[in-house]
């Protein structure tokens, strides 16, 4: 017997066929789109409403009044009236007549005016009142009032003290003007150099006055004896 040949391999068994491709899916025919719809008709615009009718024209204002003829910017304001005025108690014409012209100067109304004039009064009542006060304290001075007759003597004095050292007497004009002559102060300096001014008078301050000498006694003063000429 012969030796067992060996056994044939069996056949490899064939592989399977790759699956078939699957057939494309026919593509739906898509549905032909709508045609646009025709575009809308314009709707025409309503109409504007007519127009109001135009007022009827108003009435045209009357002229004005033709205006007073332009004054000259150059020329001079007129003057105010100052006849209105009246004289306050205390003031004289002279002094309303500066008042006046004050007022002119600086411009000022009627009404103005009179107010300053109103004032000035005032104001020269309270200065009479305050000289009257001062008379009134000098005569009662113990030194230089009191009697008539002292009173008259110190008047005396004060006219030679102003005489003396005042001859232009602008000093006298000031002190009237201003009424500071009559202070007592002024009045008691003015009659103390009046006073120490009268020979063989003692002033106050001790102070005894000298009588004036002649040239001749000033030059030669070795030759007089108390004014008077030495004999030997």
Known sequence: MPPDEPAA??????PAPAPAPAAPA??????PASPPSPPASPTPAPAAPPASPPAAPSTPP????????????????????????TTPQGLDDGTMQRVREHAAALGLSADQAQAMADRHAASVAQHMQTLGRWDAEFAADAEFGGSDEQRATTGQWID???????????????LDETGYGRHPAVRRLL??????????QVAAGGLTAQ???????????????GGKPKLS
């Open 211 to 225: 009588p004036s000498k002649t040239r001749s006694q000033q030059l030669y003063p070795q030759h007089y004896d």
């Open 26 to 31: 026919s593509p739906e025919p898509a549905s």
């Open 160 to 174: 030679a003290s102003i005489q003396r050292f005042d001859p232009t007497g602008e000093v006298k004009a000031l």
């Open 62 to 85: 009357a002229p004005a009044a033709p205006s007073a003829a332009p004054t000259d910017p150059a020329a001079p304001p007129a003057a105010p009236d100052y006849s209105g005025l």
């Open 191 to 200: 009659a103390r150099i009046g006073q120490a001014m009268q020979p063989g």
């Open 9 to 14: 391999p069996a056949p490899a068994t064939p």
